[in-house]
């Protein structure tokens, strides 16, 4: 059974930093690619950042190009969102989710099976 679960959320400072990590279990991590999205208040849930099944390959949102990397450790079975220059619209709950099939990466929530239960972060003005 897979299972994916987020930490490292919290309340930030327009400009600060966080970290978020999902640990992953249930299955070879190092065969699946894995993705971030977020929901933020009142908006239906958004791409963030993918990255592949070997980490070679990642790609972002516009809207946090530049300011947030995505990376894993398939020793550790994580997959990391290292996010920057945080701003009030970057408010929301962040979810990690990996596909189905494996060697497969996508942008859109629909590629995805397995979600974890999110983390929420809060940046304030």
């Known amino acids: 059974q897979v299972q994916l679960v987020e930490s490292g959320g919290g309340l930030v400072q327009a400009g600060g930093s966080l970290r978020l990590s999902c640990a992953a279990s249930g299955r070879t991590f190092s065969r699946y690619g894995a993705g971030w999205f977020r929901q933020g208040p009142g908006k239906e849930r958004e791409f963030v950042a993918v990255i592949n099944y070997s980490g070679g390959t990642t790609y972002y949102a516009d809207s946090v190009k530049g300011r947030f990397t995505i990376a894993r450790d398939n020793a550790k079975n994580t997959v990391d969102l290292q996010m920057n220059s945080l701003k009030p619209e970057d408010t929301g709950v962040y979810y990690c989710?990996?596909?189905?099939?494996?060697?497969?990466?996508?942008?859109?929530?629909?590629?995805?099976?397995?979600w974890g239960q999110g983390t929420q972060v809060t940046v304030s003005s």
């Open positions: 989710a990996a596909p189905e099939v494996p060697y497969t990466i996508g942008i859109r929530a629909s590629a995805y099976t397995y």
